[in-house]
């Protein structure tokens, strides 16, 4: 029986939970229904994410992973904040109030653009949200663009905490084009957020030993790959090279991309540009079409 039907009358948080325990009863989950904008409930937000900070030591805070999906700026400004407070890994996700489009993106303190460095709508699309947002103007709401945002929200937490494929620093996705414009955003050393710019001094701080990790790392395998790699290979798993995947379509067979499948990735100034030129262009063929059946109207 579906316990959706049921869920009338209950906050959002206790009606996942009861879904998410009926899909796994095995999952701990813990529900808390407060505002996260006021003094009180940021407190109580802050103290949930530090709580198992003692089982982990060395990091400020006690989970993993923040995914957030929260519909207006101030609550995206406070968990940005706590984010930038912990050093907490987090990634954000919306959707437009036109409903038709939407994005994700990781936010990785003092090595990733915070949320106040340059919140997501207003590098995608030039429309700063803060100013979407009006006093008693209902949003449009489609369930297909927020099914689609969730699964690639979703989607990239998972290559995340199992650690595998290519984690999106940020994806947006336009509905009307089927557009997924993605891209990478640097911190901003002017950001106004004062954790931020800690969080970044730090990760500065910490770029000699990273990189010196990264090289020791890279040296163990090349090393390795002169013997073999794994004797016995049950799965028969075999790791596929970049350059080799560059040649191969979505069917896996070598040859060129079928037309329309994008290689290069695109970023918001293209984007834009594309936008620009085939309205440009569609003026055009209407203007072409017009004068063909002005022409054959004349010669009847
Ligand atoms: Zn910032």
Known sequence: MDNHLFSVGMTKTDAAVQTLSDINPDVVLESYSLNITTVKGFEVFMESLKRRFSQKSGQKSGVDLVLSC??????????NQACNELGQTWMESGV??????????????????????????????????????REGVCAASLPT??????????????????KFGYVSPYLGYNSLKDFFPTME????????????????????????????????????????????????????????DDSEMDTLNSCGVSGALPEGLIHELPTAEKYHESLVTEEAKTVEDDLEELQRQLDALNAS
């Open 70 to 79: 929260v519909d207006n700026y101030e609550a995206r400004m406070v968990v």
């Open 96 to 133: 437009s109030e036109d409903a038709v489009s939407g994005h994700i993106q990781l936010l990785v303190p003092g090595e990733t653009a915070c949320f106040a460095c340059a919140p997501p709508l207003v590098v995608a699309s030039g429309v700063d949200e803060r100013t979407l947002k």
């Open 145 to 162: 663009t927020m099914g689609v945002v969730a699964g690639l929200l979703v989607q990239n937490a998972l290559k995340y905490l199992l």
């Open 185 to 240: 955003m640097r911190p901003n050393p002017q950001c106004s957020n004062n954790a931020c710019i800690e969080r970044q001094k730090e990760y500065l701080q910490t770029k000699p030993a990273r990189d010196a990790a990264a090289k020791a790392k890279l040296e163990a395998e090349s090393s390795k790959t002169e013997g073999p790699l794994h004797m016995d290979n049950e799965w028969n798993i075999s790791v596929v």
